[in-house]
């Protein structure tokens, strides 16, 4: 059947960040959908931002193309662009290679949940904020040095 039981699938915050950039994570719960529907052409995750929670850090990937779906409750979109206060039915595009750095934080007393649908990759993700590289599946600080 197409219709994805959510609950069949595992529920997770567990995130590849060194520390200290994993600690602002911590409220941010994802179900990799992909992997459990036999789907391979591209990766979904079904995400809730506990109050409080960040989708990640902010970043912009050179090779992958990023689409998120607001379900519901609310965020705050933050890129280059400043703040956009986004909610249910609003679709946040990210095309790889454009250098606009994003990420979406809870800032409500309420969860929000999104789908967030790409295509992984093995180029570089890039966190203008932080220390922080991902580069051939590894954190690395900006002098290359491993985390």
Known sequence: MPRID???????NATGYPAPYSNDVQNRFYRRLAPATGITDF??????LKPGGWSGQRHWHEGE???VVMIAG???????NGRT????????AFPKGDGNAHHLVNESEADCVF???GKPSSTDCHYPDIDMHLSDGA???RDGTPY
């Open 115 to 117: 789908v967030a649908i």
């Open 6 to 12: 959510l609950d069949a699938v595992p529920q997770t």
């Open 43 to 48: 990766g979904a995750s079904h995400v809730v």
């Open 139 to 141: 954190y690395r600080r």
């Open 85 to 92: 206060t986004v909610g249910p039915g609003d679709v946040l």
């Open 74 to 80: 609310e965020a705050v979109l933050i890129d280059d």
């Open 65 to 67: 193309d990023e689409l």
